[in-house]
């Protein structure tokens, strides 16, 4: 199963109905955020029971702290008394790591490239583009290239036998079906091939075949051309021209890394204060405070060297901020539990049983008294 392919396809649908490809991003992130919302809330909920028990679990560390394998024991013992799961609040990120490298790879795909590459939104000028690109134009019938770039094949090949085109004809594997024949050298043509082997046909087709239409893409400057490939003994083979390939910087990218970091800052910093009890450890305190400031720095410098594309980040942008709305909704629903909790238990706090008489500080002098009688 193509999981790139039926992302795409998804995405298109979602454009369709929403009107930009840029929206169906975002519509795809909330469809992805609200399919997590119950593993959100198992999230939240694991972050509180850890909160509530830490006093505990400090006190068994500190009991067993020059015995490891009985303080395990003792941890293990306890989180099965309190049916907690300390991994349970991981859950959500292991989950959406997958999703993010199927997105960057789909919008990274000459498939997404030739169908919707080119798609602007908002200030963003090509939802495919990253950080640093180059200056080429797509369909103008010449590569920008440099001397070690790669190229690819888009799924769709439309193959001929004399002038009618042959149906069903398919590659076998499209993305490695294309080779570059020789060296690259900027400025002159390169030289591309298909191997007759590489199509999914029976002999006799094979052997008629004279000629393929395909779209190609440089996998490294992302430009798309459309190439006539010719009948040459056993491969079908084109040349196309080239120019050497100028670096271009795309500034609207550099706004979202920008806006990413500002979003991911202060999306750790309301998770951090929604979440921060009230007799937090300081030690852990004081390193919560320090990933939830490093982390977003880190994340955004690397974002500068590694080439993501500026779809992948409106998606990153669109989740943190439905992440904000979602961790307060969920720690409010969370907060009512515990205080309905507590009214079942009978009690207005964790120490105040409910109906309790107030006793004046006069009647406590009488006691006194009486006692000393």
Not at 170 to 178: G, Q
Not at 255 to 260: S, T
Request: aromatic content about 8%; some cysteine; overall charge positive.
């Amino acid at each position: 199963m193509d999981f790139t392919t039926l992302t795409i396809d998804f995405l298109k649908q979602l454009s369709n109905i929403f009107g930009s490809y840029g929206l169906g991003i975002i519509a795809l992130t909330v469809i992805i955020r609200l399919a997590m919302w119950p593993l959100n809330v198992s999230q939240q909920r694991s972050m509180k029971t850890m909160q509530l028990l830490q006093p505990k679990m400090k006190a068994i560390q500190d009991r067993y702290k020059n015995n490891p394998q009985m303080m395990q024991q003792k941890m293990m013992e306890f989180y099965k008394e309190h049916k907690f799961n300390p991994m349970a609040g991981c859950l959500p990120l292991l989950i959406q790591m997958p999703i993010f490298i199927l997105l960057y790879s789909s919008l990274m795909s000459p498939q997404f490239i030739s169908m919707a590459g080119q798609s602007n939104f908002l200030f963003i000028n090509r939802l495919d583009a990253t950080l640093k690109g180059n200056a080429g134009v797509s369909n103008d019938g010449k590569f920008s290239v440099g001397s070690r770039d790669t190229f690819s094949l888009n799924k769709n090949i439309k193959v001929y036998i004399g002038d009618k085109e042959l149906e069903g004809a398919k590659l076998s594997n499209p993305r490695n079906a294309l080779k570059v024949q020789g060296e690259i050298t900027p400025g002159e043509p390169v030289d591309l091939k298909i191997s007759l082997d590489d199509f999914d046909l029976k002999f006799s087709q094979l052997a008629k075949i004279t000629k393929a239409e395909a779209t190609v893409t440089d996998n490294n400057t992302r430009e798309i051309e459309k190439v006539t490939f010719t009948r040459q003994g056993e491969v079908l083979a084109a040349s196309v021209p080239t120019l050497a390939a100028k670096a271009s910087f795309n500034y609207d990218v550099l706004i979202l890394v920008v806006i990413f970091g500002a979003s991911m800052f202060l999306t750790q910093k309301i998770m951090m204060a929604t979440n921060k009890m009230a007799a937090a450890d300081p030690a852990q305190e004081a390193m919560q405070k320090s990933l939830g400031t490093m982390m977003p720095v880190m994340l955004t410098a690397t974002f500068l060297f590694i080439p993501i594309p500026a779809g992948v980040l409106l998606y990153l942008i669109s989740s943190n901020i439905i992440q904000v709305f979602q961790t307060m909704i969920i720690n409010k629903q969370l907060d009512m539990e515990t205080e309905q909790q507590k009214l079942a238990k009978g009690t207005v706090s964790d120490e105040t049983p409910l109906n309790t008489k107030k006793v004046k500080a006069k009647e406590i002098k009488n006691i006194e008294k009486e006692d000393d009688k």
